[in-house]
């Protein structure tokens, strides 16, 4: 069964911090990659990060690269996402994906499931 809660979302301001948590089953949470999505108001959902499984590997938007920082606790279950300055366009519904399949995790269409998410807003 497919289970991913996202958490830790609110309202901030310009320059802040929020960290982001995923918990997931432990048959998702060990899918081929995880990663984050977000849909900002009016537009279509959009990568943000993932990591895979395997090694570790992690990749990033370049919207994002050098802010965001994903992360994962095997023991339990759980993936992260620290958005440090964060700006107004990061203002979207952050979800939790796995991509169950072998193959691709870098675009938002790669990801087979995904949680309810998590709202965040940026102020200016």
């Known amino acids: 069964q497919v289970r991913l809660v996202e958490s830790g979302g609110g309202l901030v301001q310009a320059g802040d911090s929020l960290r982001l948590s995923c918990e997931a089953s432990e048959r998702t949470f060990r899918s081929i990659a995880m990663g984050w999505l977000r849909q900002p108001p009016g537009k279509g959902r959009e990568f943000v990060a993932s990591t895979r499984w395997s090694d570790g590997t992690t990749y990033y938007s370049d919207s994002v690269k050098g802010r965001f920082t994903i992360s994962r606790d095997n023991a339990k279950n759980t993936m992260y996402l620290q958005m440090n300055n964060l700006k107004p366009e990061d203002t979207a519904t952050y979800y939790c994906?796995?991509?169950?399949?072998?193959?691709?995790?870098?675009?938002?269409?790669?990801?087979?499931?995904w949680g309810q998410g998590t709202q965040v807003t940026v102020s200016s």
């Open positions: 994906a796995a991509r169950t399949r072998p193959g691709p995790h870098l675009n938002a269409n790669d990801f087979d499931d």
